[in-house]
């Protein structure tokens, strides 16, 4: 039998293990909701995005569960436009997006929750997490996560969720990229970057969900991008809610990421809501991209 999330995490600090935890049931529950929280609610996130009924649920219901752990001092949520203070005597701050892809609902296509863990206050750089993990609600539910130990995946079983690869790295070379905004309004040197790596044979997939992208970058390699473009040039994902946490997996499994200058992970936070040029994937992918942008 497969080694269950719990027994896989009693090689960490046990308060850190029992958040990972905590966020893998509250996970079961989210994915089980779904079903009951379809449609558009009246309001606009901070990003004047309109909410999905389901973003704000899920919004609501992992930081309530987040309260109740007592560990948790603050939370960064996509869906907030402030730090929210939890616990003062809490030991964790957590980034959070709890229905990332959520567009992809009414399509039934990939969705995910993304967290970041640090023990210091935030905002502050991506390299200084000390965990981060994203749950996948695919045709089955996945679990990704590191704790600064590699990166291991479970997959949900009945009654918890199941070792399914541990230490993933990605594989070498990658075959796969996948990357958002309109080709019409990448950059001329990106489109070039595209062009030859579609000359060498690397093949398009991109779902719309940030989460199921990067994870099939883990598994197949490649590169996936939501890039600078000419009508955005900052590209459409949060640093800390989306682009730091999957750098920071994605840098445990051997992997790399730039906003076109340095690593996603150094980026000093000038403000919880900012946005960044997001370029992730094999290193040598990145390291070739950087030298041409
Ligand atoms: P969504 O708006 O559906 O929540 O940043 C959120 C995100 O999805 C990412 O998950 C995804 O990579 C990207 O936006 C998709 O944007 P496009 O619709 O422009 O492709």
Redesign the pocket.
């Known amino acids: 039998m497969a080694r269950t999330l719990k027994q896989h995490l009693k090689t960490i600090d046990k308060e850190l293990a029992s958040l990972i935890l905590k966020i893998s049931d509250s996970s079961n529950t989210i994915s089980k909701e779904l079903p009951n929280r379809m449609g558009k609610s009246d309001t606009k996130n901070v990003y004047g995005?309109t909410q999905l009924i389901a973003d704000k649920w899920a919004d609501e219901f992992l930081i309530d569960e987040f309260k109740k752990t007592g560990i948790v001092k603050s939370v960064v949520s996509e869906e907030r436009s402030e730090v929210v203070k939890l616990n003062k005597k809490g030991i964790f701050n957590v980034t959070l997006d709890p229905l990332?892809?959520?567009?992809?609902i009414e399509s039934n296509n990939m969705v995910g929750t993304i967290i970041g863990i640090y023990e210091k206050d935030l905002p502050t750089q991506g390299k200084h997490q000390i965990a981060a993990l994203y749950v996948l609600y695919g045709p089955t539910t996945t679990l990704v996560y590191t704790a600064g130990n590699g990166v291991h995946e479970f997959v949900r079983a009945e009654k918890a969720f199941l070792l399914k690869k541990e230490n993933i790295k990605l594989p070498e070379p990658g075959i796969l990229y996948g990357i958002?905004?309109l080709r019409k309004d990448w950059l001329p040197l990106f489109k070039k970057y595209i062009k030859e790596l579609e000359a060498q044979g690397y093949k398009l997939r991109y779902g719309?969900?940030?989460?199921g992208?990067v994870n099939q970058i883990l598994h197949y390699g490649g590169i996936f991008a939501?890039p600078s473009l000419t009508t955005k040039p900052d590209g459409?994902?949060?640093l800390l809610v989306?682009s730091n946490p999957i750098s920071f997996i994605i840098k445990q499994a051997g992997g790399a990421s730039t906003n076109g200058k340095c690593s996603i992970l150094e980026i000093k936070p000038e403000n919880i809501t900012q946005r960044v040029p997001t370029y992730i994937g094999n290193k040598n992918l990145i390291e070739k991209l950087k030298k041409l942008l």
């Open positions: 995005e990332d892809g959520s567009s992809n958002g905004g719309g969900s940030f989460v992208d939501y459409k994902l949060r989306e």
